[in-house]
């Protein structure tokens, strides 16, 4: 068989199977224990968008995956999201073992260029994901050595002064984050405490109450909370 006629063939397969091949890859990374509460869109993030990449890299029998910052965004995002290294690693291999198996169930056809392109598409998608986990922890180590110095040093402020500084460490040292808000509970109410990116929406009357809104649920729940649009989410009453 041609190469032309081979590489197609893959193609056609990875074209065809789009939809299916999503689904089982979500399901699949549902069942890590970082997933467990992920809502569908959370779930999914940049998964379709990595996937098409992939079809991409084999209809032009080259790695594009190095010429774009999916996987450094998406390892962002799971890192947000309480993923370990491993299970990031673990998603992709999920991923790999999917087509693999469909391809073998399907009597895929395709060359080796082909199968080649695909496999070193996935290698490079690991090692720039894994590269930019490495990365934020990094930076969060040396986060955290700047707020210890902080605390510790002589004639330190007081709480609201500390927490406006660990704010700014956090933003500093957290490429994900361009804004971040502390708030104290006084009775059934939260004030904010300290504020950095987001001092336009942290005016003197914004005090929701406990269970009210965004950090009002997380206040109640005194569990994490993750949304990908507060002002969207019907489960919140108050936006923030």
Known sequence: MADGESERTLLDFLQQNRDRVLDKWASAVRTLPAAHTLDEEGLRDH????????????????????????????????????????????????????????????????????????????????????????????????????????????????????????????????GAADSAVVFLREWDRLVVAAAAGVEHACQADFSPRVGEGLVGRVAADREPRYTTCAASDQALELRI
């Open 47 to 174: 998964l379709p968008a990595l996937y098409d990449r992939l079809i991409e890299s084999v209809a032009q029998r080259r790695n594009l995956t190095p010429l774009v910052q999916l996987p450094e965004v998406h390892a962002r995002t799971r890192v947000d999201q309480g993923f370990s290294l491993g299970e990031i690693a673990q998603e992709y291999k999920m991923l790999r073992g999917i087509l693999f198996r469909m391809m073998d169930r399907q009597r895929t056809q395709g060359d080796w260029g082909a199968l080649f392109v695909l496999n070193e598409s996935i290698d490079d998608t690991v090692i720039l994901a894994l590269g930019k986990y490495h990365d934020i922890r990094s930076r969060t180590l040396v986060a955290l050595d700047r707020i210890s110095n902080e605390a510790l040093a002589p004639g330190a402020e007081d709480v609201r002064g500390f927490l406006q500084k660990y704010l700014q460490v956090v933003l500093d040292m957290t």
